[in-house]
């Protein structure tokens, strides 16, 4: 009976396959990341995120914590004709499209979002310029919606398509697997227990709470898997970093 301890720790300390055997349960349960990890790079991933603890969660807070006016930031409505329609006709008939390396590309609407397992998470949002604020946020997990619409092999990234632009831009944003199957990063419709306001990216928007407020993708109207960035815009994955020194990987 004392023996199986001690024998975890050999296996753990002798071996990377030890490593994803003691680790890894949790993301195995997706079938998405499951293809992924049988590839080298998929290997090499999850031994980073060990290592580096990105799948750590980010701290939660109590209702006390919510904070009392919290500040929209960046655009504070989208400028799509099509997003305006759909506001002016509270999202009834909006979806969000699931696209490129899936196998079974989505048509989502708010109803069928709200219709799946929820998370619902107190957080703060840290933004680059010095500011945070904490909210409650409500959606289904990200790796819910990509289980669905089951990731090809090759798919290393998820794009975030949003419905404002910057000058003639479209903001766009982009994160790994690891990220987008963190159990707290989540497609949040809902705020302080409402409909997600206009200024806070209705009707959908990204949490992912391990990184910078510049991720966190607002007006989300689509998100596409991909291979790679390059061919993405300007090739570095997000609106901010083509147009500024901003980090792509911008950890918290
Ligand atoms: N589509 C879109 N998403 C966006 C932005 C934006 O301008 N457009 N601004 C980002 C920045 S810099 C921050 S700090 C947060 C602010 O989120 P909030 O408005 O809910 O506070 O949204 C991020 N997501
Ligand atoms: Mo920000």
């Given amino acids: 009976m004392s023996e199986t301890p001690i024998s975890r720790r050999r296996l753990i300390a002798g071996a990377g396959a030890g490593l994803l055997l003691s680790g890894c349960d949790r993301l195995n349960q997706s079938p998405a990341f499951r293809s992924v990890l049988q590839q080298a790079e998929g290997l090499h991933m999850a031994s980073q995120r060990l290592i580096g603890g990105r799948e750590a969660l980010a701290r939660e807070f109590t209702p006390a914590d919510l904070s009392a006016s919290p500040r929209a930031n960046g655009n504070v409505t989208a400028q799509d004709e099509g997003w305006r329609r759909h506001r002016d006709s ?68 998820i794009v975030f398509h949003c419905a404002d632009r910057m000058g003639a831009v479209p903001y766009y944003e982009s994160i790994d697997l690891i990220d987008a199957f963190h159990p707290q990063t989540i497609l949040a419709w809902r705020m302080n227990g409402a409909p997600l306001p206009e200024s806070h990216g209705a009707p959908l928007r990204l949490r992912v709470e391990r990184q910078l407020g510049y991720k966190h993708a607002k007006f989300v109207m689509a998100l596409e898997a991909r291979a790679s960035l390059a061919g993405l815009y300007g090739g570095r994955g997000g609106y901010w970093e083509d147009h500024s020194d901003y980090a792509w990987y911008a950890g918290v």
Wanted: with cysteine; hydrophobic share 45%.
């Fill in 90 to 157: 509270g999202f009834a008939d909006w979806s969000l499209k699931v696209f490129g390396l899936v196998e079974r590309p989505l048509a989502l609407p708010l109803s069928a979002l709200r219709a799946l397992e929820q998370r619902d998470q107190i957080t703060r949002l840290d933004c680059v310029e010095g500011w945070s604020a904490i909210g409650q946020w409500q959606g289904p997990r990200l790796a819910t919606v990509l289980d669905m619409a089951r990731l090809q092999p090759q798919a290393r990234y």
